[in-house]
């Protein structure tokens, strides 16, 4: 796979939308123009449409515009200045999909797991993820996809070989209702396209249930407070 040049950023304001995520985001944008890795990138919005539907008009987009690559950052996320940089690293070391790590927003504390799946199928743990790292990265079954990468080979084969869509509330195959980027990793996996994650690589999930750290120490919990 050739390296990224042309980069779509998609953004989902969707019930979401923080001053925090804006500051992440215009501090991890500062960097990636810094790392001079992609000489091309575009900002995809879709503002109060349905998840499924928005995500799925993002990926159109990206595709008739010939982007290389469409990264995902939900929009109740705070991450570091260097996740953008990391992520397009990953996908240039030759990882089609891959992401970083956030937990899952509950009132619930013990609801709030890893939202990425080992390859077993059982929710992963930080310990499970570092303990099975290659290379700086663990091959998991599927992350979250609103803290992760995904190239324009992807998003082609799956329409080649399987048909639209990409993303959907309602898995017509197996006859369920799911989130709409599980459906998107269900199809990933029948065409065995690997997923990555980088075990330290971590967004705080922050919605009306507060922040969400994936480690208490993370330092994206102390530049809030700044």
Same mark, same amino acid.
């Given at each position: 796979?050739?390296?990224?040049?042309?980069?779509?950023?998609?953004?989902?304001?969707?019930?979401?939308?923080?001053?925090?995520?804006?500051?992440?985001?215009?501090?991890?944008?500062?960097?990636?123009? %810094? !790392? /001079? #890795?992609?000489?091309?990138?575009?900002?995809?919005?879709?503002?109060?449409? @349905?998840? *499924?539907?928005?995500?799925?008009?993002?990926?159109?987009?990206?595709? %008739? !515009? /010939? #982007?290389?690559?469409?990264?995902?950052?939900?929009?109740?996320?705070?991450? @570091?200045? *260097?996740?953008?940089?990391?992520?397009?690293?990953?996908?240039?070391?030759?990882?089609?999909?891959?992401?970083?790590?956030?937990?899952?927003?509950?009132?619930?504390?013990?609801?709030?797991?890893?939202?990425?799946?080992?390859?077993?199928?059982?929710?992963?743990?930080?310990?499970?993820?570092?303990?099975?790292?290659?290379?700086?990265?663990?091959?998991?079954?599927?992350?979250?996809?609103?803290?992760?990468?995904?190239?324009?080979?992807?998003?082609?084969?799956?329409?080649?070989?399987?048909?639209?869509?990409?993303?959907?509330?309602?898995?017509?195959?197996?006859?369920?209702?799911?989130?709409?980027?599980?459906?998107?990793?269900?199809?990933?996996?029948?065409?065995?396209?690997?997923?990555?994650?980088?075990?330290?690589?971590?967004?705080?999930?922050?919605?009306?249930?507060?922040?969400?750290?994936?480690?208490?120490?993370?330092?994206?919990?102390?530049?809030?407070?700044?």
């Amino acid at each position: 796979m050739k390296p990224i040049d042309s980069l779509g950023i998609g953004l989902l304001y969707y019930n979401k939308g923080l001053q925090h995520f804006e500051r992440a985001l215009f501090d991890a944008m500062q960097a990636l123009k %810094a !790392s /001079g #890795l992609i000489s091309h990138g575009e900002f995809i919005v879709r503002d109060g449409a @349905p998840v *499924d539907y928005a995500r799925e008009t993002i990926t159109a987009q990206a595709m %008739a !515009s /010939g #982007l290389d690559a469409v990264v995902w950052l939900d929009t109740d996320l705070i991450f @570091p200045r *260097d996740s953008l940089v990391k992520l397009v690293s990953m996908s240039n070391a030759g990882y089609p999909i891959a992401a970083g790590l956030y937990r899952r927003a509950t009132y619930d504390a013990a609801g709030q797991h890893l939202l990425t799946r080992m390859v077993s199928g059982q929710w992963a743990t930080l310990e499970d993820l570092r303990a099975n790292v290659q290379g700086g990265v663990t091959k998991v079954a599927m992350s979250a996809g609103g803290f992760s990468i995904v190239r324009r080979e992807v998003y082609e084969m799956m329409r080649e070989r399987l048909g639209p869509p990409w993303y959907c509330v309602y898995d017509f195959q197996q006859g369920d209702w799911c989130f709409e980027d599980t459906f998107f990793y269900r199809r990933v996996a029948k065409l065995g396209i690997p997923v990555h994650v980088d075990p330290e690589l971590h967004a705080v999930h922050w919605s009306k249930f507060g922040p969400v750290p994936v480690t208490p120490d993370q330092p994206e919990m102390v530049e809030l407070l700044r």
